[in-house]
T-cell receptor
Framework: DAGVIQSPRHEVTEMGQEVTLRCKPISGHNSLFWYRQTMMRGLELLIYFNNNVPIDDSGMPEDRFSAKMPNASFSTLKIQPSEPRDSAVYFC???????????FGSGTRLTVV | AQKITQTQPGMFVQEKEAVTLDCTYDTSDPSYGLFWYKQPSSGEMIFLIYQGSYDQQNATEGRYSLNFQKARKSANLVISASQLGDSAMYFCAMREGGWDDKIIFGKGTRLHILP
């Protein structure tokens, strides 16, 4: 099992550019989560999907952020336009059942300059 | 209001000693789950242990155990015989209800194991 795969691992971009983060969940997992981690705010849930359907996007900071899950094996988190305050580590996680912990990807460290 | 409270931002413990990391939670839902995760300096998030609200016994996984005190809404993580590799950030987390898969994390406790 390859685990949850995120790409890229690191992204440096200029303010105003579009950024797309990618996630491949573990095969058979029916829930997928996007988190953002910063020193100030800790781990924040941005959005999560169940069976490819967005269930709760109340954590998405603003309209610049959007997420999609076109199929069970792929999800994207897009920021357009990016701003320096978006700099953070973005984690994707997937789970099969709520009684087990999520499996997290390695994260994408985003730096917006 | 915070749902998960970890009051110890940082702890220093001598190697081989037992460690207790505190976690209190707030929920009115009778069905919930509690989790602990470890985040070493490399950044990955590692699932350690899970406790369901209806579980009668405290969860254990190797050197990790969860001291679940339901009436106090407390879910402390106990690490026995600490090792240098236990130095990391530890997060307590909670899932409320049955249908909603969402897990909310606390702010974390940074644990330093001293040789």
């Amino acid at each position: 099992d390859a685990g949850v795969i995120q790409s890229p691992r690191h992204e440096v971009t200029e303010m105003g550019q579009e950024v797309t983060l990618r996630c491949k969940p573990i095969s058979g997992h029916n829930s997928l989560f996007w988190y953002r981690q910063t020193m100030m705010r800790g781990l924040e849930l941005l959005i999560y999907f169940n069976n490819n359907v967005p269930i709760d996007d109340s954590g998405m900071p603003e309209d610049r952020f959007s997420a999609k899950m076109p199929n069970a094996s792929f999800s994207t988190l897009k920021i357009q336009p990016s701003e320096p305050r978006d700099s953070a580590v973005y984690f994707c996680a997937s789970s099969q059942t709520v009684n087990y912990g999520y499996t997290f990807g390695s994260g994408t460290r985003l730096t917006v300059v | 209001a915070q749902k998960i409270t970890q009051t110890q931002p940082g702890m220093f413990v001598q190697e081989k000693e037992a460690v207790t990391l505190d976690c209190t939670y707030d929920t009115s839902d009778p069905s919930y789950g509690l989790f602990w995760y470890k985040q070493p300096s490399s950044g990955e998030m590692i699932f350690l242990i899970y406790q369901g609200s209806y579980d009668q016994q405290n969860a254990t996984e190797g050197r990790y155990s969860l001291n679940f005190q339901k009436a106090r809404k407390s879910a402390n993580l106990v690490i026995s015989a600490s090792q240098l590799g236990d130095s990391a950030m530890y997060f307590c987390a909670m899932r409320e209800g049955g249908w909603d898969d969402k897990i909310i994390f606390g702010k974390g406790t940074r644990l330093h194991i001293l040789p």
